[in-house]
């Protein structure tokens, strides 16, 4: 097993993306839209107004009050990153075949909940924007809200990856976050970020974060 430790910093504002209202999905969502896999598509399949949201996306919280992002936010980042550059040139990615099954099953990021780390001076705010659905009404739009932590955010994350080859494909998928990030509203540019490589003793080996000033 290979480890990559990583240290993501944020480039835009990261939006969240759990509802503040607990019952949100259970009662609503899932019984209308159940394979719905985006909010994107919920407003297309179920009408801009009948998905205006009952409570903002918020981040969850850790027992001291700071917000986290879950550990399978990443593999599902990994899955969309692979999926796209799959469909591009020069890139190991495209060589990866069944890719949702093998970082289902080779590919594990810790901790669980993975702290966000806000900047000297941050603090976390709100966006809000509209969702725009065609429907045969006509054009209809739905406001969206949530919680975002600011550019300069950080998170320490552990990338185990249990076959040796797949390495050089994670550092790729890495890499893509500083074109399109991860969170809500990730289409807009919400969520880039650049990321830092450290091996055992701490000193950084990797990543692609000097090429950016991301105000360190």
Same mark, same amino acid.
């Given at each position: 097993?290979?480890? $990559?430790?990583?240290?993501?910093?944020?480039?835009?504002?990261?939006?969240?993306?759990? *509802?503040?209202?607990?019952?949100?999905? *259970?009662?609503?969502?899932?019984?209308?839209?159940? !394979?719905?896999?985006?909010?994107?598509?919920?407003?297309?399949?179920?009408?801009?107004?009948?998905?205006?949201?009952?409570?903002?996306?918020?981040?969850?919280?850790?027992? =001291?009050?700071?917000?986290?992002?879950?550990?399978?936010?990443?593999? &599902?980042?990994?899955?969309?990153?692979?999926?796209?550059?799959?469909?591009?040139?020069? @890139?190991?990615?495209?060589?990866?075949?069944?890719?949702?099954?093998? #970082?289902?099953?080779?590919?594990?990021?810790?901790?669980?909940?993975?702290?966000?780390?806000?900047?000297?001076? &941050?603090? #976390?705010?709100?966006?809000?924007?509209?969702?725009?659905?065609?429907?045969?009404?006509?054009?209809?739009?739905?406001?969206?809200?949530?919680?975002?932590?600011?550019?300069?955010?950080?998170? =320490?994350?552990? $990338?185990?990856?249990?076959?040796?080859?797949?390495?050089?494909?994670?550092?790729?998928?890495? !890499? @893509?976050?500083?074109?399109?990030?991860?969170?809500?509203?990730?289409?807009?540019?919400?969520?880039?970020?650049?990321?830092?490589?450290? =091996?055992?003793?701490?000193?950084?080996?990797? &990543?692609?974060?000097?090429?950016? =000033?991301?105000?360190?």
């Amino acid at each position: 097993m290979k480890e $990559i430790k990583a240290r993501v910093i944020y480039l835009e504002q990261l939006l969240g993306t759990a *509802s503040a209202n607990p019952e949100i999905h *259970s009662e609503f969502i899932a019984s209308k839209a159940p !394979d719905a896999p985006s909010r994107e598509e919920e407003v297309a399949a179920l009408g801009a107004e009948e998905v205006t949201e009952k409570a903002m996306t918020v981040f969850p919280r850790l027992e =001291d009050g700071t917000p986290f992002t879950w550990d399978y936010q990443w593999k &599902g980042f990994f899955k969309d990153s692979c999926g796209m550059l799959r469909r591009a040139t020069g @890139y190991k990615s495209v060589k990866l075949t069944a890719y949702k099954k093998v #970082i289902d099953g080779l590919v594990f990021v810790t901790p669980r909940k993975v702290a966000l780390n806000l900047p000297h001076g &941050g603090k #976390i705010g709100e966006c809000q924007r509209p969702l725009r659905a065609s429907t045969a009404q006509g054009e209809r739009i739905a406001l969206a809200h949530s919680e975002t932590v600011p550019a300069g955010t950080t998170q =320490d994350i552990t $990338i185990m990856v249990l076959k040796d080859d797949l390495v050089g494909y994670v550092r790729e998928w890495m !890499d @893509y976050g500083a074109l399109h990030g991860t969170g809500q509203w990730r289409n807009s540019g919400a969520g880039r970020f650049c990321w830092q490589e450290f =091996d055992e003793h701490g000193m950084e080996v990797g &990543g692609n974060a000097k090429l950016y =000033d991301y105000g360190r």
